[in-house]
Each structure stands twice: as C-alpha cells, then as structure tokens.
C-alpha cells in the first residue's frame, strides 16, 4: 500500500550511527564495511561518509543504529515505463515489431515515469536502471538510463548514451517466422544484425568523405546510432540465452569490433571459461522465472556463482516486469544461497552495472562525490526479512516504510492531484 507525501525540499541529511556498506572506494578498490559511521548527504550529493565525520550544523539528524546503508541499487536490464505494470496492451510499448533493425528507436520516447513500477523499484531499493526496448526485434533500440524517481522522463535521464539493444535466439524468430519474413530462422537474425552493421560502415565512409569534402551529407538515424556502436560510443546489450547465442554475439562481435555486453546469459555456466577469456560482462537473470521456453530449460541459480568464479564481471536483472523489480535483491539472495559470495551478490547490484556502462564515478557506491542514491535498510538485505525503510534519490528521501502501519510513503513527483467536479 502506498501513501502519497508532498516532495521533500532538498536539504542538508546526516544518517548517524548505521552499519554502513560503501561497496567501493573513490578509486574503484573494493570497501570495507563500516560497523558504526555517519554518511552526509549535501545538495545532491554524498559530502562525508566514515566513523569519525562530524554532521553539518543545521543537518536533519537520522539515527539508524542496528540499520544498514547501501548505495542504490540499479537494475541493469529492465522496462520500467515501456512496459507499465497494469496496464495490459495500451502501456505496452516495449517492442516495435514492424522493422526487424529498430536502430532509430529510442525508449526515451516511450517512458512513463507515472507507471507503478517506480514506486515499486523504491520499495526495493532500486534507485536507477537501464530502460531498454524489447527482444522481439534483432535490433531494438537504444537504451535509456534514468534516476526511478520523477514526473518527466528528461528530468530523470542520466543519460541515453550508453547501449543498443539487439536480440538472438528464439524471440526474433518467433516473431518474424510467424509473418513469413526474415528472419525466421537464427541465421537469418545473424545475417539482419550482419548486414546492417555493414550499411553503418558504408554510411560511416561516406560521411567522412562528404566531410572531408565539405559536401551536404544525408542523415539516417538508424546508420547514426550504429555508427556509435562502431565508434565504441555505445555498447552493444546482447540478449541471448543459450549457450550457442552467447558464442554467436560474441562472434559477431569480433567481426565488427564493437563492445558487447551479455543479457541473460542463461547458459553462460556452460561456457564461462570462454566469456571470461574474451572478457564480456554478463548482466544475468531473471534467475526467478520458470522453464516458460526452450532457451530456458537449463536455467539454473547456480549461474551466478559459475560465472564470478570463472572471473566474469556479473550484475543481475529482474528482466521488469517479467519479475517486479522490487525482488531484485531476492534473485541476489537466490544466487548467494547457490554459492554466489555474498559480497559480489551486491556489488552485482551496484558498483558492477556501474561500472560496466561507465557510470561508476557517480553511481553504485557511497563514497564522496558520488550521487546522493542511498537506502537505509532495517538490516541486511540478503536476508528475507529486512526492508528499505527508506530510499534517497539525489539527496532527497522519496520512500518511507511506517512498520507500525504497513504503508509505504511515496513522494508524490506530481504534486496534488486535482480533479474537477462536472
């Protein structure tokens, strides 16, 4: 149940006195816990965290003896806003399944930030994700990263430049195949994704040569955006499943020389000695669905752990709203209860998708300078029982948990809602 509050004014905050996780230090190294400290939130942004840190005068006082602080965490592969919880066909704007390469679409153009599953990302502690299109296309679009608190999408956007979306395995094949179109089968998907990466070559040729000449160049924004992707500008965010997808988007990308990150990764635990080897971070899950398809039925939580062991650099993702995405640390604890440290669960929820999409100078830790994206937990989060009491998202605190009540506040981005009688 949630409960709407006016937004908080942005204000000086010092919790005091919480077990508290930075996860990373200001370098990146790894960070140790610290049993007893203080952290200050000032304009936006983490000002002090530590055992000894003396609270700005004039500061709200937070104490959370007995509670934890972490970063927020970020969901690394998800829908928010294009897939809106509820909302059936009409807020379903994932996949735009009419043009097999969708390069030129952006999910920026199709987030709600008034869906339900903000507030319900806050319940979890999810303070940012990664927005991506839908797998029914080879090629789907280009991702959006956005704060999950707000009420219009550019004001949430860290930003857009960060990854495509592409799809292998059976979604594109599913959905072409049944319109008796390319592709229908997985080298047909190989050969769309092939052939236009070829065009953004012959585009990126041309365009230096009409600069070069200073002659009038005709755009194309499906050849822009992968251009980018050529440059090393975006990274490529590869869904596949089984093990033999995972081998051909590593293929194709060495043919093109692009970054590729791997989605779900199902079977990475096959062949995680050869994605460790080619150095590929796999943003793995949902580890919580059942055997719904084929390329699923060798799924197993015990990937985790396979994959870290062998040296990948993992984060996880509930694949929202295929799992609510307020269960995000629940795939964490499934995974740790499987064999995945403990450790590296959470940092699969923080500084890992972070730092995989280079945002980790202001995302995923608690160290100074750093976005002011924190939540207070009443105890550990790996275990079942624990809750993000509450949730700060650029130094504001937008999610309450009142235990004696059951309700959730939620700062209401939209102000009071007016409605008109006849």
Known sequence: MYRSVPV??????????????????????????????????????????????????????IEAAGRWVLPGFIEAHGHLGVHEDGEGWSGDDTNEMTDPNGAGLRALDGIDPADLGFKDALRGGVTSALIKPGSGNPIGGRTAFVKTWGRIVDEMLVTEDLSVKSALGENPKRVYGDKKVTPSTRMGTAKIIRDAFVDAQNYQA?????????????????????????????????????????????????????????NHGTEGHKIADYIAEKGIDVILGPLMTSRSKVELRDRTLATAAALAEAGVRIALTTDHPVIPINFLIHEASLAVKEGLDPVVALE?????????????????????????????????PLDLDSRAEQVF??????????????????????????????
Not at 237 to 258: K, M, N, V
Not at 402 to 421: K, M, N, R, W, Y
């Open 348 to 380: 699969a929820l923080t500084i890992n998708p972070a730092a995989i999409f280079g945002l980790d100078d202001r995302l995923g830790s608690l160290a100074p300078g750093r976005d002011a994206d924190l939540v207070l937990w009443s105890g550990d």
């Open 393 to 422: 998202v650029d130094g504001r605190r937008v999610y309450a948990f009142d235990a004696d009540t059951g309700t959730a506040e939620v700062a209401d981005p939209f102000g009071p809602t007016l409605i008109s009688e006849p």
């Open 8 to 61: 908080p004014p942005r204000h000086d905050v010092a919790i005091t006195g919480a077990r508290i996780l930075p996860i990373a230090n200001a370098d990146g190294t790894r960070a140790e816990p610290i049993e007893t400290g203080t952290i200050v939130l000032s304009d936006g942004v983490i000002t002090a965290v530590g055992a000894d840190v003396e609270v700005p005068e004039g500061a709200e006082v």
């Open 206 to 262: 041309k365009r230096a040569h009409a600069e070069a000449e200073g002659t009038p160049f005709e755009r194309d924004l499906v050849s822009e955006t992968l251009a980018a992707v050529l440059d090393g500008t975006l990274a490529w965010d590869q869904h596949c499943h089984r093990a033999d997808d995972i081998a051909t988007a590593i293929r194709l990308s060495e043919e093109f020389g692009y970054r590729l990150v791997i």
